[in-house]
């Protein structure tokens, strides 16, 4: 039977926990509570978090109140399109803001914008300017580097200009949008496929995941998470409920007749996620 892992290892040897906390709209006293719940009380060892969610002096408050070592946490955090003119300068933030070193900085969407105006592109710049100034890092700053929302094309664009391979690809991974051909790329290039929206806010509990749950004794969002990490997708739940909170971290065993009717469910391509909002640039469907 299927069983999912409890870690990963990135292509630079680095342990990430399969199950890392989202970290978005956790933000004031119930976002610090919520995180040193999920450290302290529900066994995550990763928080998600970025420089767009304006929430890292919550993540920096729960470092400090959690009873987990910060060598134990593996904690990454984001650029925004903005921002990737200049890449330490907003290391330099992060580190802070957060109060601590970086193990995963990465670069949240491969499309660059001009800090002034409403998603203006900026078109003499772009992603492998800023991955090789990513590249010279210093290592006490961050740990690795990453990127998101990349598709195929954009990966092969940076493994063709580029020495250093994205230790992850962060993007919507669920049972009704698997993006398998992407996954399998990444693997096959040593890259962690990520996954935020891991359970679509729940859009995706259909009767097949619910099916699948109740046979199991378990959440619908149990499921979801199981299966992604089963593939080989690290995932990252998001919830102020400690119930949902511990429930999220607790992964079951699935048997190869739930994997296969759960990968029927692909056909839907349902995207919870669009890049136009973030960067007026609609681009999701190139491979």
């Known amino acids: 039977m299927p069983t999912p892992q409890s870690d990963f290892v990135l292509n630079n040897g680095t342990k990430i926990p399969s199950v890392i906390y989202g970290s978005y709209n956790a933000k004031g006293d119930d976002g610090v509570d919520a995180m040193v719940f999920a450290l302290d009380k529900a066994n995550y060892r990763g928080i998600d978090t970025a420089l767009f969610y304006n929430n890292h002096e919550s993540v920096a408050k729960a470092l400090k109140r959690t009873k987990v070592p910060r060598d134990q946490i593996f904690l990454q955090t984001k650029i925004w399109p903005t921002q990737m003119r200049d890449p330490e300068k907003w290391l330099d933030v992060c580190i802070e803001e957060l109060g601590t070193y970086i193990d995963c900085f990465m670069i949240h969407w491969p499309i660059v914008l001009k800090p002034e105006g409403d998603r203006v592109i900026d078109t003499e710049w772009d992603f492998i300017k800023t991955w090789k100034l990513m590249e010279k890092l210093p290592k006490e700053k961050c740990r690795s580097i990453g990127v998101c929302n990349f598709t195929k094309k954009q990966l092969q664009q940076l493994l063709d200009a580029t020495d250093v391979v994205p230790v992850i690809n962060q993007c919507e991974f669920h049972p009704e949008l698997p993006q398998q051909k992407l996954v399998d790329f990444c693997q096959e290039h040593k890259i ?59 992964l079951i065993s699935l048997d190869e007749s739930d994997m296969e009717k759960i990968g029927l469910l692909g056909a839907k391509n349902y995207r919870s996620v669009s890049a136009v909002k973030p960067t007026g640039v609609d681009y999701f469907d190139e491979e």
């Open 192 to 250: 962690l496929p990520q996954a935020y929206r891991p359970m679509a806010k729940g859009q995706i509990f259909n009767d097949t995941i619910k099916g699948i749950a109740e046979k199991h004794k378990c959440d619908p969002g149990q499921v979801c998470l199981s299966w992604n990490v089963i593939r080989g997708v690290d995932v990252m739940p998001k919830s102020a409920t400690e119930s949902r909170i511990i429930s999220n971290r607790a």
